[in-house]
């Protein structure tokens, strides 16, 4: 995986070693395997949060990881135009190169270990497709699209584009120097991301070595989900098994243990792991399709909207795209 890395994590500032008498280790409230599917043109992802409850998942609503593929020249895949109202889209790029644009005029290019943030707010139209020279090549495709709820206040807000680039994360490191933890959004032992929400959060992706352990402090206010984007390892005090395209979701509690396999397969030599976790926003949730809402009556205004062209105008051509944005639905 080609997200940001660093030639020696023993340079990066730690996380502390937790007192055993004052820590409380979250405990696993569920573990679930995502189910695959196809989204947009026929790309395939797997839905990580299937089966779960969105009490559970609040402030999140949706969380795809896209890929890992490898594309043939000419197979690349990706959206076409659609609409958004009332979240947040965070987008994630492991490996290839996705390209965005919005009726907004956010738009651009992620690569390896870059993010793009969408806040939809009151409504607008995007596109999300690899570049051409991308689909005329082929290669290798791996990345996460999260939906993150807008607060009722917030739902209606103007749209919002975050550029965000991997070297611009918050890194650290275990007291061992077994993990290297990218902060996205929000904060990890003093590592803030660069990420900004309305919703206090925080995204991280961490890369665990075989045989290592970490034990994460975690906001006691925040929900904690746990979800494996490629190895083995063991998760919670009582080190339950989780693997490739697995969802844990933590109970109460400060702090998050997680344990590499000592014996990880020649694909995914290390764990990686997308950590989520969010101040519940505790509001009703009206959602269907591109939609996140708080009524069915707002949900029907959204789709009112969008059938009148009030979300925004497909723009006449495609806008050149630079080194710097993008997103998926």
Known sequence: MPAITVDDVLVLPRLPRLDPATTTIRPVRSLTTAPSGFEGEGFPVRRAFAGVSLTDLDPFIHLDQMGEVDYAPG??????????????????????????????????????????????????????????????????????????????????????????????????T???????????????????????????????????????????????????LVYVLGGKGTVGVDKRPMHTGQLAVHGAGDALRITADLQQDAHTPALDLYIMGGQPIREPVAHYGPFVMNTRAELAKAFEDY??????????????????EGDRP
């Open 75 to 172: 197979e690349p895949k990706g959206t076409p135009w659609h609409p958004h109202r009332g979240f947040e889209t965070v987008t994630y790029i492991i490996d290839g190169i996705f390209d965005h644009q919005d009726s907004n005029g956010g738009g651009g290019t992620i690569t390896n270990g870059d993010t793009q943030w969408m806040t939809a707010g009151s409504g607008l139209l995007h596109i999300e497709a690899p570049p051409e020279h991308l689909v005329m090549s082929g290669g290798l495709f791996h990345g996460l699209q999260l939906w993150v709820n807008l607060p009722r206040a917030n739902k209606m807000d103007p749209p919002r584009y975050q550029d965000i680039r991997g070297k611009e994360s918050g890194l650290l």
């Open 174 to 224: 275990t007291p061992d120097g077994g993990a290297l933890i990218r902060v996205i959004a929000g904060e990890i032992a003093g590592q803030s991301g660069p990420g900004t929400t309305f919703t206090p959060i925080t995204i991280a992706h961490l890369t665990i070595q075989p045989g290592a352990e970490v034990d994460l402090p975690w906001n006691p206010d925040f929900n904690a």
């Open 307 to 324: 059938q009148a062209g009030r979300l925004g105008v497909i723009p006449a051509s495609r806008v050149p795209h630079s080194s710097g």
